[in-house]
């Protein structure tokens, strides 16, 4: 595939078997031999790596790798990992990513890398004037904080401001102080925690009293990932459908009974690139959440709505720590292969197409909702895991999956029933 025909589009991609699959992609990143056969090898780390990793280890669990194909963001094609157990997720993105691939297709964009860590100080009395004293000591702050990353500064991040506020609550008034760092391609934690610490002893020498916690905030409200895309009416089927979009929209908008389940669906997307490139998914999903609620009423990440010609556009802002380099992402052989499958070279560049991902994970839901309703694809990607489990292999899967679905009943013992009469003739023969 040359540079001129590198391209993400690809027609019935799901339908190929898998080392087909895997040579397209393959081909698409420049993958070795060796990070194929590691990937056939299921790609998953040797339980003497899981034993330095966490505690009380024995042994490892794998989930399924896929690639979402299609995808055009900011210009640029890319063919994205993804690994999740959920039936559906991987197709409906790559399907929702063609009908977004008009002009540039997603666009994308982000904050800077900034973190916040806070420091919380109790036990003061005049809580206003012993924030004016830290406010005052920012200067002194900030160098003992860089002194802690020499590294990370000399990389032009590092901790570059400092606020404080009075927070009240039930054991009275506390003083909470926000060390900002800019993290540049790391997620940060390890940095922004080690800083926090290393102020509290000067905070407390400063408003005489006692510094409780020193942590990062997984509310990275400063690291900003936003994303936008228009979808004509015509690949949508007309402005009907545009309509029943936006109307869902307005209801996810409204409700956050409806706005918890729309967006998990947006983390779908986001959490299964996060898995593949061993990001740290808990700490998405909290900062995700979080930012949903920032108005005091939990609402929707994504906004739809119609332009004056009757097409679709839609915008996703959320936060997105993420990280190219710390933690594991270097380590594990899925998440080097993973990013490099994306040809990333900064952690803005994964924030961004994670964004994307998120998105276009959001409209293929919206509108299957809108429309034919979630069950139907979902349900026939379902039965295929029904009559695998009941027994069936090769193409007597498909077979046990038409019959599974034309009884519009998937259940499991209906896949046993199936796949047993199906494989009656295979028995008697032999």
């Known amino acids: 595939m040359s540079k001129q025909e590198k391209t993400s589009r690809i027609s019935g991609y799901y339908k190929l078997p898998v080392e087909e699959r895997l040579k397209i992609a393959a081909e698409f990143a420049g993958l070795s031999p060796e990070e194929m056969e590691t990937i056939r090898k299921g790609g998953g780390i040797g339980v003497d790596v899981a034993d330095r990793m966490i505690e009380n280890v024995i042994g490892t669990m794998s989930y399924p790798l896929g690639v979402a194909v299609n995808f055009k963001i900011n210009g640029?094609?890319?063919?994205?990992?993804?690994?999740?157990?959920e039936p559906s997720v991987v197709a409906a993105a790559s399907n929702a990513a063609r009908t977004?691939?008009?002009?540039?297709?997603?666009?994308?964009?982000?904050?800077a890398s900034v973190m916040i860590g806070q420091i919380q100080v109790l036990k003061i009395d005049n809580p206003e004037q012993k924030r004016s004293a830290v406010i005052a000591a920012k200067d002194e702050l900030l160098e003992l904080a860089n002194q802690q990353?020499?590294?990370?500064?000399?990389?032009?991040?590092?901790?570059?401001?400092?606020?404080a506020r009075v927070v009240n609550s039930k054991i009275g008034p506390m003083l909470v102080v926000h060390l900002l760092v800019d993290c540049r391609d790391a997620m940060g934690a390890n940095a922004v925690n080690t800083m926090c610490e290393a102020l509290g002893p000067k905070i407390e020498k400063i408003t005489g009293g006692k510094v409780l916690l020193r942590i990062i905030s997984n509310l990275a409200d400063r690291r900003l990932v936003k994303a936008e895309a228009v979808v004509n009416k015509e690949d949508l089927e007309g402005e009907e459908v545009v309509d029943a979009i936006v109307a869902a929209s307005a209801f996810a908008e409204a409700d956050p009974y409806r706005a918890a389940t729309h967006n998990k669906g947006i983390l779908n997307g986001?959490?299964?690139?996060?898995?593949?490139?061993?990001q740290d998914h808990r700490a998405i999903e909290a900062g995700a959440h979080s930012y949903a609620s920032k108005?005091?009423?939990?609402?929707?990440?994504?906004?739809?709505?119609?332009?004056?010609?009757?097409?679709?556009v839609g915008r996703l802002e959320m936060p997105m720590p993420v990280g190219t380099v710390g933690g594991i992402t270097k380590v594990h052989p899925i998440s080097k292969i993973s990013l490099k499958m994306m040809g990333i070279n900064s952690a803005h560049?994964?924030?961004?197409?994670?964004?994307?991902v998120g998105?276009?994970?959001?409209?293929?839901?919206?509108?299957?909702?809108?429309?034919?309703?979630?069950?139907?694809?979902?349900?026939?990607?379902?039965?295929?895991?029904?009559?695998?489990?009941?027994?069936?292999?090769?193409?007597l899967i498909e077979k046990?999956?038409?019959?599974?679905?034309?009884?519009?009943?998937i259940r499991y013992d209906r896949a046993v029933a199936i796949v047993k009469r199906l494989k009656e003739p295979q028995d008697s023969a032999q």
């Open 76 to 85: 640029k094609d890319y063919i994205i990992p993804m690994v999740i157990e």
């Open 100 to 111: 977004m691939r008009n002009g540039e297709g997603i666009k994308t964009s982000c904050t």
């Open 149 to 163: 990353d020499p590294v990370l500064v000399k990389l032009g991040g590092g901790a570059k401001d400092l606020e």
């Open 270 to 278: 986001v959490i299964a690139v996060a898995l593949a490139t061993a």
């Open 295 to 312: 108005t005091g009423k939990y609402t929707s990440l994504t906004r739809w709505e119609k332009t004056p010609d009757g097409d679709l």
């Open 349 to 356: 560049e994964l924030a961004e197409i994670m964004g994307a």
């Open 359 to 395: 998105l276009a994970q959001n409209l293929a839901a919206i509108r299957a909702l809108a429309t034919e309703g979630i069950q139907r694809g979902h349900m026939r990607l379902h039965a295929r895991n029904l009559v695998a489990m009941a027994g069936a292999e090769g193409a």
């Open 400 to 409: 046990a999956v038409e019959e599974l679905v034309g009884t519009g009943e």
